[in-house]
């Protein structure tokens, strides 16, 4: 494979995700604004604000499947970023005001409620441009530049500065970030445009395998993530809401040796199918080890009596995010799902879910006296049943490789062969991609394009589906004037090869 190129999409890319994580880790789930822990009136904001997080994904999340192009308005995109950011402010500043009122003053819950759908809908928007980045700029360069951003939130808002005017003034402007950030990487396209399947509907039996396939895989992981957020929240459902405060060193490193080693992972794969297979396979055993160890030291602290330590399941619940969400936008790179509700299914549903869970324990006596008498009860059948569907996945990801691993070999049954080229169409393909500014994957898909393989061939040939190939044959047609295929190999052979001076 070619070398890497950061271009300002990429930038983008890695500067929303900063915010996004922002957003995602320190404001969904506590901090510093909502302050759930330490008053009732946190709670109950908190409360209302995952409610209506939950609410609004799975209203998104139908909507998306409607009307592709909900989550592609400016407008509304725009609105939700000032709006998200006001209402954090007025949350933080009314519940300093009322912090001895009641819990249900109407102006806070209006304010939870709005921030809570405003947040949902920006993630949303944001993740489905991050797949249409990977799309359109290639896989290992969108994910990359994600992994930057998410090492960068680490980084600039560390525990000691989270409290302080600094952390909450980063907090309260996330959501107006993600909405900058996803207007600029939507500048210049089409609104509504959802540029795969533009050449056509997706067909043939081994397509919708390998649908149903991904379908199967995100949905054992969403369950996997939402038993594995049961176990690291244990914490709050065993001893009810408590501060917590301390956050180990090791914690940061740890999570930035594990996006160093998916950023190595993803830099050293020589080809796709080496880049799809090996990360997703990391990440499945990385994710599980992470989990066994959690499970095996907070099922320890139960029967023995030792002292619990809150950093090995926050280091669990930051593993989970992270590996949820490169496992989504592979397995999306592979199919031809929807991306929004794709992800706030897998993501943020999931997480949502495990919190509801935890605080509706936490916050009802008999609930919490029932966990807390069968503590050791509890934790093994979550292990138990967590261990049996990261079985499944790991088998529904080997079916998956099974089924491309058919499509290649279809491939390589093709009438034309790319290694019988000679060197001057090989040449002529790179002058070509040159002078259209190609990206790398479309270059790829030009060069079987051009030596006779069929759209089917060419998936089988990247591992990639048929609807992912039809993206990047979208965008040879778009940049070169094309219509057809016999339209692309005129232009490589004549005016548009190697002699060609058009301008993209």
């Known amino acids: 494979m070619r ?38 009136i946190g709670l109950t904001l908190y409360f209302i604000a995952i409610c ?44 300093g005001i009322n912090s001895g009122a009641s819990p249900w003053t109407p102006g806070i819950v209006v304010c939870s409620v709005a921030f809570g759908a405003c ?14 980045e990977v799309f359109a700029q290639g896989l290992r360069g969108t994910l990359c530049a994600v992994l930057v951003g998410i090492a960068l939130s680490f980084l600039v808002l560390p525990r000691f500065l989270r409290d302080g005017l600094y952390g909450e003034t980063l907090v309260a402007l996330s959501p107006l970030a993600v909405a900058a950030f996803t207007l600029l990487l939507d500048h210049g396209r089409a609104p509504g445009a959802d540029e795969r399947g533009e050449v056509g509907a997706s067909d043939g039996q081994d397509d919708a395998r390998a649908r149903r396939m991904s379908v199967l895989i ?18 709050y459902v065993a001893a009810s809401v408590q501060v917590v405060i301390e956050e180990d060193t090791y914690l940061y490193v740890a999570v930035l ?11 050293l794969a020589r080809t796709e199918r080496q880049l799809t297979t090996s990360v997703l396979l990391l990440l499945l055993f990385g994710i599980m080890t992470v989990t066994l160890v959690a499970f095996f030291g907070v099922l320890t602290y139960v029967v023995y009596g030792g002292s619990y330590v809150y950093p090995l399941t926050k280091l669990l619940r ?13 397995t999306l790179y592979q199919s031809s799902l929807p991306a929004s509700p794709t992800f706030l299914g897998v993501i943020v549903l999931p997480l949502v879910c495990g919190k509801l869970v935890q605080l509706t324990i936490a916050t009802a006596p008999s609930l919490r006296d029932l966990v807390t008498l069968n503590e050791y009860f509890y934790l093994v059948g979550i292990g138990f049943v967590t261990i049996v569907l990261w079985s499944l996945a790991l088998i529904s ?16 049954r093709a009438n034309a062969t790319l290694e019988g080229w000679s060197a001057e169409p090989a040449a002529r393909v790179g002058a070509m991609a040159r002078a259209y500014s190609l990206t790398e994957r479309e270059t790829d898909v030009l060069r079987y394009l051009a030596a006779g393989y069929s759209l089917k061939a060419i998936a089988g040939k990247l591992c990639v589906s048929q609807n992912t190939v039809k993206t990047h044959v979208t965008g040879i047609y778009r940049k070169t004037g094309a219509h057809a295929r016999q339209d692309v190999i005129n232009l490589l052979h004549g005016d548009g090869g190697a002699n060609t001076t058009k301008a993209h």
């Not at 080997?398 to 290649?408: E, F, H, K």
């Open 218 to 235: 995100l949905v054992e992981l969403a369950a996997l993530s939402f038993l594995m957020y049961l176990i690291s929240y244990f914490d």
């Open 397 to 412: 990801c080997v079916r998956g490789g099974a089924i491309l691993d058919a499509q290649a070999s279809e491939g390589d």
């Open 257 to 267: 040796v594990m996006i160093a080693v998916l950023a190595a992972t993803l830099l």
């Open 318 to 330: 930051r593993v989970v995010k992270i590996g949820m969400l490169f496992a989504l936008v592979i």
């Open 119 to 132: 947040a949902t809908f920006l993630l949303g928007a944001f993740a489905r441009c991050t797949i249409d």
């Open 52 to 95: 209506t997080v939950a609410i609004a994904s799975i209203a998104l999340s139908y909507g998306a499947v409607r009307r592709p192009d909900i989550m592609r308005s400016h407008k509304a995109m725009a609105i939700c970023g000032g709006l998200g950011s006001v209402t954090l402010v007025l949350i933080r500043v009314s519940a």
């Open 3 to 40: 070398g890497l190129t950061f271009g300002r999409s990429h930038v983008l890319i890695g500067a929303g995700w900063l915010f996004a994580w922002l957003m995602l880790e320190m404001v969904f789930f506590g901090e510093p604004m909502f302050k759930y822990s330490s008053s009732r």
